[in-house]
């Protein structure tokens, strides 16, 4: 029997908004075989969510939404541990002794914080700033190996390494460091989806303009119409580059991570060709890939107590480790055990 234990994977995605394609071909398609060589975590968090402001009635429905969306995508919750990042004390706990050991000049470089809080001029709350803190929390949280996210979240990553790096060194030995200091899991296509209207900004879940984005719950034909309205550019050629044809490229890389053919080789095939038949190509492929998602997640949406059942069941296995890790945590730190 083999009995090390295996390295944890674990990541998380706001309740906020749709998910979108971007969601799934940059975090969740990547998750699904995971679970064959690592323990895996995978959170709703409602903590991160609530930096902008959520209506509660419409928060809770969403966070039955998304989970029915993870196993609809192909989470199975025997293989995963599927929570809420609110039914585990440690999150908010953690990030509070995290906060200490970080610089407000460290969390003023980061660029979400910086976008968010252009976006929402008038809300520009302590928690937006602090929200790579308790994203360092979830992680380290969990002694992380690896964190597998889209490009936009790298820079995320990165200070969770610096915070871990800065607390091992003051508080444990190379032989026993305190935190495991994880590393980024960053697919090579599908990383950063780009807005269908706007190609050069990241497609995005919360954006108020719906056409940006293809939801996974999108039916058949709003997909093929968003897509085939997509911004192109005029030269008529299906080629890769993404600084000169933003457009053309995000949708290449659509095609290539939902169809599985490489970049290069749909280029091959779409030369000669003009738009109208690789966007076709592009939407038949999309569907294709968000049909059986769309079916299973409306098989078990309504099983309420279903959901309830693999959240109750998820926050009590990611609580052991959790509480695991805050008890080593106060420890090192000089607080009387409880
Ligand atoms: P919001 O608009 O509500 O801030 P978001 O769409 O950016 O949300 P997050 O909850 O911040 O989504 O991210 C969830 C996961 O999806 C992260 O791993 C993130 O890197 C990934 N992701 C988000 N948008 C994209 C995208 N456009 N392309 C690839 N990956 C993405
Ligand atoms: N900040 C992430 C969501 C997130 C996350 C995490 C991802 C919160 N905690 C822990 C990976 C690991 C985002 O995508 N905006």
Known sequence: MNSAPRPVVLSGIQPSGHL?????????KNWLPLYREYDCYYML??????TVRQDPAALRERCYEFLALYIACGLDPSNNVLFV????????????VLNCYTQMGELSRMTQFKDKSQK????????LFDYPVLMAADILLYDSAQVPVGDDQKQHLELTRDVAIRFNNLYG?????????????????????MGLQDPTAKMSKSDDA????????????????KIKRAVT???NTVRYAPAEKPGVSNLLSILSATGGESIAALEARFAGQ??????????EAVVECLKPVQARYHEIREDRDELRRILRDGAVRAAVRADATLRRVHDVLGFIPE
């Open 20 to 28: 979108t394609l971007g969601n799934y071909l940059g975090a969740i």
């Open 45 to 50: 968090v409602d903590l991160h969510a609530i």
């Open 85 to 96: 990042q609110s039914h585990v004390g440690g999150h908010a706990r953690l990030a509070w």
């Open 120 to 127: 929402n001029a008038d809300n520009i709350n302590a928690g």
């Open 173 to 193: 030995t190379p032989e026993r460091p305190v935190f495991r200091v994880p590393e980024p899991m960053i697919p090579p296509v599908g990383a950063r989806i």
């Open 210 to 225: 719906v056409t940006n984005a293809l939801y996974l719950l999108d039916p058949p034909d709003i997909i093929t119409r």
């Open 233 to 235: 550019d005029m030269d």
């Open 274 to 283: 003009g738009y109208g038949a690789f966007k076709s190509a592009v939407a």
